[in-house]
């Protein structure tokens, strides 16, 4: 799904709901204590600080990487983000929640700001992603969205664990 085949309407909620995810993260996890947020699904699924720790890299160093090079670069070669790799590199369950949160928060509201400011004829610049292929400007904002998406899932299901 390409963000310019969008209509107006379809764009306002995408980014609405981008913008809302550093809230949900917030609300969700912001009262949890060091062990509640160390605790992982029942299947072996993120704990809470890994959940944002991973989201806040992604964000800095996957997403605002994407977007200032293809704004920037003629046709880059844009490295994939091993989610895996920085997790077990940064050991995140020794790091704080709340310090992931706000990471993730500030990340968020830069790139949003960036993509706010995206010229027209920009989206359809182009770049290869490491693992996925050819990925255009107009693709980061619903790639973004699915991924949110796929963590608030398991953010669900961790919950509905706890109930």
């Not at 085949?5 to 917030?26: I, T």
């Not at 989201?55 to 990487?65: F, H, N, T, V």
């Not at 704080?96 to 990340?107: K, V």
């Amino acid at each position: 799904m390409r963000y310019m085949k969008l209509n107006r309407q379809d764009r306002q909620a995408l980014v609405g709901r981008l913008a809302a995810m550093p809230d949900f993260l917030e609300v969700t996890f912001g009262q949890l204590d060091r062990a509640g947020a160390l605790e992982q699904g029942r299947h072996g699924e993120p704990s809470p600080v890994e959940q944002c720790w991973h989201l806040a890299d992604l964000e800095r160093e996957g997403y605002a990487i994407r977007i200032r090079r293809l704004l920037d670069e003629t046709n880059p070669t844009l490295p994939d983000f091993d989610g895996t790799q920085v997790a077990r590199q940064r050991n995140y369950r020794t790091r704080p929640l709340s310090t992931a949160i706000a990471a993730f928060r500030e990340a968020r509201a830069a790139n949003l700001a960036a993509l706010r400011q995206v010229e027209a004829g920009d989206w359809l610049r182009e770049g290869v992603q490491e693992g996925v292929g050819p990925v255009a400007l107009c693709d980061i904002p619903a790639m973004m969205d699915q991924h949110d998406e796929a963590h608030r899932s398991e953010i669900e299901a961790w919950l509905r664990e706890r109930q």
